[in-house]
């Protein structure tokens, strides 16, 4: 069966499920045979730094448009409330750095124009959190007002103790990485670390001594990589937040070790989390930060999710 443009309307249940006696109570089987009715579209994840980079280059080059529109033809295109933090980080230091409303206003229609408001978001009618891909949901003022009240304050307390101490510790620790009297950092010289392929960081000594020497808030324990290695096959089937607590302990190692780390934000690393555990929902991951870059592809690597990570070049 081919669907025209305007048949959609018209399918009936026998469309759907086909003339196989199959049951209609059978849901699985009636979804699976929906999907396979219409061609769906690939999802693309964005990173903010590609709202920055659209928001900065779409009115002096015209083919930035023209590019967009190529693309979304083929994919369709998500962000995520991890956005939506971001906009209300910049939001909060308005007056410090003299930020007009005009600013954080822009952000809001770019991020709709770039995403036709398509969002990864948390089904709030799901008690476990279930996460889940919107189309064109509408549910952005509603989202950004919940950030605003919740999560934005929630994600600086949390840089502010325990991450912030971690990543301040393990810093001084690399700074000394050199040092011939303290040979027990001798695995985290961050240049020898950074060398360290994708696929090979996580078997590497630097992140058995990270795991060795931490104890993980979250788990109140001590945690081997080797028990996050491909978990997600399993975590796909059970509540999503504890996929989202192996995503952030994968972070958090490659952050302490050093591996393309950002050191001089440590909001960073928290924001870039955010993105992380969101955009496994996605088919594609795409950002111009290089270093995350490397550190995504090696976390989702190790943890077997199948999203294919990819950086964005050039001006």
């Known amino acids: 069966m081919t669907l025209g443009a305007n048949e959609t309307a018209h399918l009936t249940t026998t469309d759907i499920i086909g003339k196989t006696g199959i049951d209609i109570a059978d849901q699985d089987i009636v979804l699976y045979r929906i999907r396979r009715l219409f061609i769906m579209k690939k999802s693309i994840y964005i990173d903010f730094n590609i709202l920055t980079w659209y928001m900065n280059n779409k009115t002096e080059n015209e083919n930035v448009g023209k590019c967009l ?21 910049i939001e909060r230091e308005m007056k410090e750095r003299k930020i007009s409303k005009a600013v954080i206003r822009k952000h809001k229609r770019y991020l709709e124009e770039l995403t036709n408001q398509n969002i ?12 889940v891909l919107k189309k064109n949901s509408g549910l952005f003022p509603q989202v ?3 950030v605003i009240k919740k999560d934005g304050p929630n994600i600086t307390r ?14 001084e620790k690399r700074a000394t990485a050199n040092d011939p009297n303290k040979s027990e950092n001798k695995f985290l010289n961050a240049t020898l670390v950074s060398g360290i392929s994708t ?21 109140k324990e001590k945690i081997s990589p080797k028990l996050l290695k491909n978990i997600y096959e399993i975590d796909v089937k059970r509540p999503y937040h504890i996929f989202s607590l192996h995503i952030e302990c994968a972070m958090k190692i490659l952050n302490y070790c050093g591996y393309h780390s950002d050191t001089g934000n440590l909001e960073s ?9 969101y955009g496994a929902k996605c088919d594609y991951f795409i950002t111009r930060d290089k270093k995350l870059f490397f550190r995504l592809k090696a976390v989702y690597f190790w943890l077997g999710v199948p999203t294919k990570v990819f950086l964005c070049k050039g001006k």
């Open 269 to 277: 690393p928290t924001h870039d989390i955010s993105h992380a555990i």
């Open 69 to 89: 529109e190529k693309i979304k033809k083929k994919y369709d295109i998500y962000c995520s409330p991890a956005h939506f933090e971001e906009i209300a980080k």
């Open 120 to 131: 990864v978001y948390i089904e709030p009618r799901t008690s476990y959190g279930k996460y």
């Open 144 to 146: 950004y007002r919940d």
């Open 199 to 219: 696929k090979d960081i996580f078997e590497s000594k630097a992140v058995a001594y990270i795991c060795e020497k931490t104890s993980w808030d979250d788990y």
């Open 158 to 171: 949390a840089v502010e103790t325990i991450d912030k101490k971690n990543l301040e510790f393990w810093k």
